[in-house]
């Protein structure tokens, strides 16, 4: 049990492009998903936190209107990285957890690289 | 959230128990401790987690010390595949304002054959 999914695994696009990134809760409800990335060969940064059907709270340093967090059901969370640069490319991970004394459960991730 | 702290790597022979620690001596009584690995270009794992009492599932052991500033989770009989970035988190468990996960640095785990 505790599957999050996360879609798509990779992305290559050229700088300027809107890229938008999935991330489903596949046997729970999550009331509340998060948006984490990580840079090579350092540890994962919280981007935002999401609960369903409110607007997403953004991390210190985080641009909300760069990073587009859309919670509209208890199974789904969107990610739109916007006008991506080759700086933005960098690995997504989400994470999702139902009630709140039940842990966090991540996506594989995603490989974003910014041409 | 408490801070904690971890080794930056272990070795571990392959079929013996893996014995990671970590501390967090600032830890608050309502905050659990939680245990998380990554497999290199995958998402964290969750593995255990726990306030007081040792736990054990699965996947592995928790030992939390009585005063509960460390920790140490247990992989009972190691393998290849056991080979990843540990991290140990604490954070509030439930009701009210919960935290969020916040990672450190984890402890690199590798486990030799």
């Known amino acids: 049990g505790a599957v999050v999914s996360q879609h798509p695994s990779r992305v290559i696009c050229k700088s300027g492009t809107s890229v938008k990134i999935e991330c489903r809760s596949l046997?729970?409800?999550?009331?509340?998903m998060f948006w984490y990335r990580q840079f090579p060969k350092q540890s994962l940064m919280l981007m935002a936190t999401s609960n369903e059907g409110s607007k997403a709270t953004y991390e210190q340093g985080v641009e909300k209107d760069k990073f587009l967090i859309n919670h509209a059901s208890l199974t789904l969370s969107t990610l739109t990285v916007t006008s991506a640069h080759p700086e933005d490319s960098s690995f997504y991970i989400c994470s999702a957890r139902g009630y709140t004394d039940q842990p966090q459960h991540f996506g594989d991730g995603t490989r974003l690289s910014i041409l | 959230d408490a801070k904690t702290t971890q080794p930056p790597s272990m070795d571990c022979a392959e079929g013996r128990a893996a014995n990671l620690p970590c501390n967090h001596s600032t830890i608050s009584g309502n905050e659990y401790v939680y245990w998380y690995r990554q497999i290199h270009s995958q998402g964290p794992q969750y593995i255990i987690h726990?306030?007081?009492n040792n736990e054990t599932n699965e996947m592995a052991s928790l030992i939390i010390t009585e005063d509960r500033k460390s920790s140490t989770l247990i992989l009972p009989h190691a393998t290849l595949r056991d080979t990843a970035v540990y991290y140990c988190?604490?954070?509030?468990?439930?009701?009210?304002?919960?935290?969020?996960?916040?990672f450190g640095k984890g402890t690199k785990l590798s486990v030799k054959p």
């Open positions: 046997d729970f409800q999550a009331t509340t």
């Open positions: 988190i604490v954070r509030v468990g439930s009701g009210g304002s919960q935290g969020n996960l916040i």
């Open positions: 726990g306030l007081k």
